[in-house]
T-cell receptor, first 118, second 115 residues
Framework: GAVVSQHPSRVICKSGTSVKIECRSL??????MFWYRQFPKQSLMLMAT???????TYEQGVEKDKFLINHASLTLSTLTVTSAHPEDSSFYIC????WGAGRNTEAFFGQGTRLTVV | AQKVTQAQTEISVVEKEDVTLDCVYE???????LFWYKQPPSGELVFLIR??????QNEISGRYSWNFQKSTSSFNFTITASQVVDSAVYFC????????????FGKGTKLTVNP
């Protein structure tokens, strides 16, 4: 299957600082990337959808100024959590969809990033 | 609006037992995809299957099988002869086709397979 790499897998940061999470498609061109958030023992909730070269579309209730998404190339999208607070502590996971081997790929997921804000 | 319901929050079985994880969905779309993902304790989401709404054939892959019943809007997942390594949280998900194609997830079912 297609490979999506997410980095870092774990990060601890101080309250008030910003954290950047990277999501890369390794063997296909990701025209669309999705960012999800998962609180402990809960389901995944979509935060935003980004298409390469355009602004991200945020889900209702997600602060676009707090969760900055950049999808500048067909293989890389970044999520920056700005001025992080303890309530932002969560598991963030990206998925990517695009064209690989002449077919539309399923949405494959990165390994996830566990963010802890202290 | 799309919705996925996984009524079973947690299931515990003994190794070698068969187990079925239920998934019921709601959508107004006539064409859609249904997915199952496995999330082991490490956190990553492992893709198991994608089913197009036009394809109601049941599918078997090794010990895994899926029963898609459009009439009852269900897409159940059965693990035959469960193993300890099957312990994980399993998510059922739904997406439209040709639109945003974002995934709507159920709340997940935590499966524990005891030796």
């Amino acid at each position: 299957g297609a490979v999506v790499s997410q980095h870092p897998s774990r990060v601890i940061c101080k309250s008030g600082t910003s954290v950047k999470i990277e999501c890369r498609s390794l063997d296909f061109q990701a025209t669309t990337m999705f960012w999800y958030r998962q609180f402990p023992k809960q389901s995944l909730m979509l935060m935003a959808t980004s298409n390469e070269g355009s602004k991200a579309t945020y889900e209702q209730g997600v602060e676009k100024d707090k969760f900055l998404i950049n999808h500048a190339s067909l293989t890389l999208s970044t999520l920056t959590v700005t001025s992080a607070h303890p309530e932002d502590s969560s598991f963030y996971i990206c998925s990517a969809r695009g064209w690989g081997a002449g077919r539309n790929t399923e949405a494959f997921f990165g390994q996830g990033t566990r963010l802890t804000v202290v | 609006a799309q919705k996925v319901t996984q009524a079973q929050t947690e299931i515990s079985v003994v190794e070698k037992e068969d187990v079925t994880l239920d998934c019921v969905y709601e959508t107004r779309d006539t064409t859609y995809y249904l997915f199952w993902y496995k999330q082991p304790p490490s956190g990553e989401l492992v893709f198991l299957i994608r089913r197009n709404s036009f394809d109601e054939q049941n599918e078997i892959s090794g010990r895994y099988s899926w029963n898609f019943q459009k009439s009852t809007s269900s897409f159940n997942f059965t693990i035959t002869a469960s193993q300890v390594v099957d312990s994980a949280v399993y998510f059922c998900a739904l997406s439209d086709v040709g639109g945003s194609e974002k995934l709507v997830f159920g709340k997940g079912t935590k499966l524990t397979v005891n030796p």
